[in-house]
């Protein structure tokens, strides 16, 4: 034993000082994109003249000059979150000569070891669209609030339909989806009705989060993992359906028994419910359902065939953008408008207002149902910000910009004159051009937004934050993989799963907790390219698969434990809190301490119990 130690310790590369800056700067980014900073900067904004008897910026000038220049400077403040923390520390790492452009961003980009980002993103970006369009056509919410009117007047049976509910709906879409469609009802039905949104929130999120592991597209970390090891669609399914049911029954139980107490047997419903006005287009909704159903089947048979996933559902996402945007051309043809439907009509003895249930319209002219991740950020607060910080710089400059005093050189008023009189001239000159761009980007966009409602709303939804989080961690993945810190991750897992049994559950712990450490697409990166090292692919092929499978498992449920376990946990908070209701990271704890481990326990079990018998 000592000597296969021995062995194994003298393959791994020697630490150095850039390993360990590589490790630094991987962990710093991982911080700030669960905690993301606002760093201000000041940056000049324009020259103002000031004619003051004494210079402020010193009491020694010649007493002729009067006039003198002043640099304006605003406060800008940058953004260090998920779209910007990998990049910054990439660039900290090119600046000290720590990785090479040529080998680890280049690597980390194209892919290597069987993981291909590019692809990776094309395959979430046209699953995105169709999903998010067939929830634009007011389909997804159509359903939800058929199921509250039906079943609405029994809490706990209720609570028992939308577990369901947001369960089916992850399977065949995502959980990012679901979170995004489902809690504004949620809230939107606590508010009309009294009862405490919390526990009905939690249960969606939670069988959200549990079902996305059941199709290979139901979250990216599924994406991540299978592709890496050559997992087609169907084998996928096969592998991974009985520890998903295992895993939906089993937290299902705990979270009823959690919620006896916290929910009546009986509500009153005030509201009329009108669940058909909730579907703004019904064809859409047929055909988006048709192509979503299709691209699942497309991907089924595609496993036999070899054909990459990303070149099976790229046709679909195109198709239905095409059909959007005929269907919108005919729709606003001659200037014509979509008429937004009216969701909830209250009942003749209700006196409140129903503002709430307006935000939730889910027309493709208006705002969509459910905010984008980027409006969940706090990007909407910087933005109004701004505003207030243009308009505040316009009255009182002397509060909010920075002023410096610049000395001329030559101080004769005629050419002091003439230079500023040249400054004030060229400074309108490109104001009028930055003026006249901004002008044309607004009027473009209100064409598209007149003409193309449904195809601006749908691609306004889009993950973009995914694009550059992803593609920067998978480069400093692969910066981690060349200095030495992958291969040791990979000895430390070889020594920690000798057999099938110990390696899943060992696997799914520590990945489930790895999550809520650094979030579940680093964790995915990483634990991967850690089990598809040389080193642990020593061990036997059982072991390998239920390692890996137990990955898959981890990165999963490992967003029920805290919300910064995955990104729709954070898009899940930033949801909750627009509307009024805030959870917490310690009061999410408190829901999810219980149902985690029975859940985790659950689907281990029974991936073990599969690996054996079929070893």
């Given at each position: 034993?000592?000597?296969?130690?021995?062995?194994?310790?003298?393959?791994?590369?020697?630490?150095?000082?850039?390993s360990?800056?590589?490790?630094?700067?991987?962990?710093?980014?991982?911080?700030?994109?669960?905690?993301?900073?606002?760093?201000?900067?000041?940056?000049?904004v324009?020259?103002?003249?000031?004619?003051?008897?004494?210079?402020?910026?010193?009491?020694?000038?010649?007493?002729?000059?009067?006039?003198?220049?002043?640099?304006?400077?605003?406060?800008?403040?940058?953004?260090?979150?998920?779209?910007?923390?990998?990049?910054?520390?990439?660039?900290?790492?090119?600046?000290?000569?720590?990785?090479?452009?040529?080998?680890?961003?280049?690597?980390?980009?194209?892919?290597?070891?069987?993981?291909?980002?590019?692809?990776?993103?094309?395959?979430?970006?046209?699953?995105?669209?169709?999903?998010?369009?067939?929830?634009?056509?007011?389909?997804?919410?159509?359903?939800?609030?058929?199921?509250?009117?039906?079943?609405?007047?029994?809490?706990?049976?209720?609570?028992?339909?939308?577990?369901?509910?947001?369960?089916?709906?992850?399977?065949?879409?995502?959980?990012?989806v679901?979170?995004?469609?489902?809690?504004?009802?949620?809230?939107?039905?606590?508010?009309?009705?009294?009862?405490?949104?919390?526990?009905?929130?939690?249960a969606?999120?939670?069988?959200?989060?549990?079902?996305?592991?059941?199709?290979?597209?139901?979250?990216?970390?599924?994406?991540?993992?299978s592709?890496?090891?050559?997992?087609?669609?169907?084998?996928?399914?096969?592998?991974?359906?009985?520890?998903?049911?295992?895993?939906?029954?089993?937290?299902?139980?705990?979270?009823?028994?959690?919620?006896?107490?916290?929910?009546?047997?009986?509500?009153?419903?005030?509201?009329?419910?009108?669940?058909?006005?909730?579907?703004?287009?019904?064809?859409?909704?047929?055909?988006?359902?048709?192509m979503?159903?299709?691209?699942?089947?497309?991907?089924?048979v595609?496993?036999?065939?070899?054909?990459?996933?990303w070149?099976?559902?790229?046709?679909?996402?195109?198709?239905?953008?095409?059909?959007?945007?005929?269907?919108?051309?005919?729709?606003?043809?001659?200037?014509?408008t979509?008429?937004?439907?009216?969701?909830?009509?209250?009942?003749?003895?209700?006196?409140?207002?129903?503002?709430?249930?307006?935000e939730?319209?889910?027309?493709?002219?208006?705002?969509?149902?459910?905010?984008?991740?980027?409006?969940?950020?706090?990007?909407?607060?910087?933005?109004?910000?701004?505003?207030?910080?243009d308009?505040?710089?316009?009255?009182?400059?002397?509060?909010?910009?920075?002023?410096?005093?610049?000395?001329?050189?030559?101080?004769?008023?005629?050419?002091?004159?003439?230079?500023?009189?040249?400054?004030?001239?060229?400074?309108p000159?490109?104001?009028?051009?930055?003026?006249?761009?901004?002008?044309?980007?607004?009027?473009?966009?209100?064409?598209?937004?007149?003409?193309?409602?449904?195809?601006?709303?749908?691609?306004?939804?889009?993950?973009?934050?995914?694009?550059?989080?992803?593609?920067?961690?998978?480069?400093?993945?692969?910066?981690?993989?060349?200095?030495?810190?992958?291969?040791?991750?990979?000895?430390?897992?070889?020594?920690?799963?000798?057999?099938?049994?110990p390696?899943?559950?060992?696997?799914?712990?520590?990945?489930?907790?790895?999550?809520?450490?650094?979030?579940?697409?680093?964790?995915?990166?990483?634990?991967?390219?850690a089990?598809?090292?040389?080193?642990?692919?020593?061990?036997?092929?059982?072991?390998?698969?239920?390692?890996?499978?137990?990955?898959?498992?981890g990165?999963?449920?490992?967003?029920?434990?805290?919300?910064?376990?995955?990104?729709?946990?954070?898009?899940?908070?930033?949801?909750?809190?627009?509307?009024?209701?805030?959870?917490?990271?310690?009061?999410?704890?408190?829901?999810?301490?219980?149902?985690?481990?029975?859940?985790l326990?659950?689907?281990?079990?029974?991936?073990?119990?599969e690996?054996?018998?079929?070893?």
């Amino acid at each position: 034993m000592s000597d296969n130690t021995n062995n194994d310790t003298e393959e791994l590369p020697p630490l150095t000082w850039r390993s360990w800056m590589v490790l630094v700067m991987f962990v710093l980014a991982t911080a700030l994109v669960i905690y993301p900073l606002r760093i201000p900067v000041p940056i000049p904004v324009g020259r103002a003249r000031k004619e003051s008897p004494e210079p402020p910026c010193s009491q020694a000038q010649a007493p002729d000059q009067k006039r003198k220049q002043f640099l304006r400077w605003r406060v800008v403040r940058i953004h260090m979150d998920m779209k910007l923390a990998p990049w910054v520390a990439i660039l900290i790492l090119l600046a000290s000569t720590t990785i090479k452009f040529k080998n680890e961003v280049v690597h980390g980009f194209v892919g290597s070891e069987g993981i291909q980002p590019y692809a990776i993103v094309i395959l979430i970006f046209a699953l995105a669209y169709i999903c998010i369009s067939l929830d634009q056509s007011g389909l997804l919410s159509y359903i939800a609030m058929h199921v509250t009117k039906k079943w609405g007047r029994n809490g706990r049976l209720l609570l028992i339909c939308f577990y369901l509910l947001s369960t089916i709906m992850a399977v065949l879409t995502s959980n990012d989806v679901v979170v995004l469609v489902l809690t504004p009802i949620i809230c939107i039905f606590s508010d009309v009705t009294g009862v405490d949104a919390e526990p009905f929130l939690i249960a969606m999120f939670v069988s959200a989060n549990t079902a996305s592991m059941a199709l290979y597209i139901g979250n990216p970390t599924n994406i991540i993992a299978s592709q890496a090891n050559g997992i087609a669609f169907l084998q996928y399914s096969a592998w991974m359906v009985l520890p998903f049911l295992g895993a939906v029954v089993a937290g299902g139980a705990v979270l009823y028994v959690e919620c006896l107490s916290k929910i009546p047997r009986r509500i009153e419903i005030d509201l009329q419910i009108q669940p058909r006005s909730m579907l703004v287009r019904p064809r859409q909704a047929i055909f988006g359902a048709s192509m979503l159903a299709l691209c699942l089947i497309a991907l089924s048979v595609s496993s036999f065939f070899h054909v990459a996933v990303w070149i099976v559902t790229l046709p679909f996402g195109g198709a239905m953008m095409v059909v959007d945007a005929l269907v919108d051309l005919y729709l606003t043809h001659g200037g014509q408008t979509i008429e937004t439907p009216t969701l909830v009509a209250p009942a003749p003895a209700v006196t409140p207002a129903v503002a709430p249930v307006s935000e939730a319209v889910p027309t493709p002219a208006a705002a969509p149902l459910s905010p984008s991740p980027d409006v969940l950020t706090s990007d909407l607060d910087d933005k109004r910000a701004s505003v207030l910080s243009d308009t505040a710089d316009e009255k009182q400059g002397a509060r909010h910009d920075l002023t410096l005093c610049v000395e001329k050189q030559d101080g004769s008023l005629p050419q002091h004159s003439t230079s500023a009189q040249t400054s004030t001239a060229k400074e309108p000159a490109a104001g009028g051009k930055v003026y006249m761009l901004k002008k044309k980007t607004a009027s473009i966009l209100n064409v598209l937004t007149r003409r193309l409602p449904t195809v601006v709303a749908v691609v306004s939804r889009l993950p973009y934050n995914i694009v550059p989080f992803s593609i920067g961690m998978f480069i400093l993945v692969e910066s981690l993989s060349e200095q030495g810190w992958t291969p040791r991750l990979s000895w430390l897992l070889k020594r920690m799963c000798p057999s099938v049994a110990p390696a899943v559950f060992i696997v799914g712990i520590v990945t489930s907790l790895a999550c809520n450490i650094m979030n579940n697409l680093p964790m995915t990166i990483i634990f991967t390219r850690a089990l598809k090292h040389q080193i642990f692919g020593q061990v036997s092929a059982s072991t390998r698969k239920g390692a890996l499978f137990a990955l898959i498992i981890g990165s999963n449920l490992g967003a029920n434990f805290t919300l910064v376990g995955s990104l729709a946990g954070l898009m899940f908070q930033g949801i909750a809190r627009q509307k009024k209701r805030n959870i917490g990271y310690l009061r999410f704890l408190r829901w999810c301490l219980p149902i985690l481990p029975v859940q985790l326990a659950v689907a281990c079990a029974i991936l073990t119990a599969e690996v054996i018998i079929m070893k």
